[in-house]
């Protein structure tokens, strides 16, 4: 198990009212799938046992419900959206884990590792498209049809940055070439996308004004940034106690920032030892420290830890944007606080 880490009030604030969406939503899918959807979201064993292990941070559907908070209205009439958006980022994590051969997710076998990869694929498939099934219950709430289609419109573009960025992340393993730049695309669209879609939708679903909803898009955007980066400085300083992940991002060869900074910026034998390490099938036990070596020598992490400060500025910046007073503010500069400093 790792270690226990407290979580701001407003992360967890909505924590009860989303899992109990989530299973709604859940147990009426397949239920020859159900069992690998509920281990996967850490509510049961890989029998089929309950447990009592957390379901992650929620840190998507969260933001979705702050931000509909914000805006002054019913937070909970939304839960299905924000419900909607874990699914997809869960959707996007079960098939992750089969491209970057994780095995461990959150202390324990991924779901591929147990069932194998065709079935996670199928899933992964079925996540998606619940996540869909759950935006139709908004009606149930109240929310107008008009509403429901701006919605399912908004995360489907969300959905098609993401896998776009994905794309890119792969595309990019086996090669050098990849700037900063070209990075901060693809955690633009992998990452910053989907965080962008739930305040972007908390907003849309709960007012009428297309600023403020642009305002909370260019928040969530930034703030995804932020959020992305900071967990490459992590893949790669933090620890698996912290993290739980079985394998640093080096070991797995993933192009993550400090990764690309140090190939951007590294000359002669430094350059010829990451591309010669980086060209391996793996990296393992002494390479990984000669990469970290590299990459302090070279201050990557100062580089990286830099650019999060950066991203948390704008994403203040665009949090004032809004206009909103410093009350309706607070929830989110709290999480904003969090994310940046999180040690997981």
Known sequence: MGIKYSLPESLTYYNDAVRIELEKVIDCGPSVLRNMLRYHMGWQDEHGQPCSRESGKFIRPTLCLLSCQAVGANAPQILPAAAAVELIHNFSLIHDDIEDASYKRHHRPTVWKLWGQSQAINAGDAMFTLAYLALLKLKENGIASEKIAGSTALLSLACLKLCEGQYLDVEYENRFDITIADYLDIAAKKTAALIAAATSLGAYLGSEDSKLVDSFRLFGE???MAYQIRDDIL????????????????SQKK??????????????DE???????YSQESIEGEDITRVMKILDQLGARDYAENLVRQYYQKTLIQLEATGLDESRQAPL????????????
């Open 333 to 344: 500069k709290e999480i904003a606080c969090f994310l940046l400093d999180r040690e997981y």
């Open 222 to 224: 930034t703030l995804g």
């Open 255 to 268: 192009k993550t920032l400090p990764v690309v900074y140090g190939l951007q910026n590294s000359k002669g």
């Open 235 to 250: 893949g790669i300083w933090g620890t698996e106690e912290s993290t739980g992940k079985s394998a640093s991002d080096i």
């Open 271 to 277: 350059r010829d030892s990451l591309e010669r390490l």
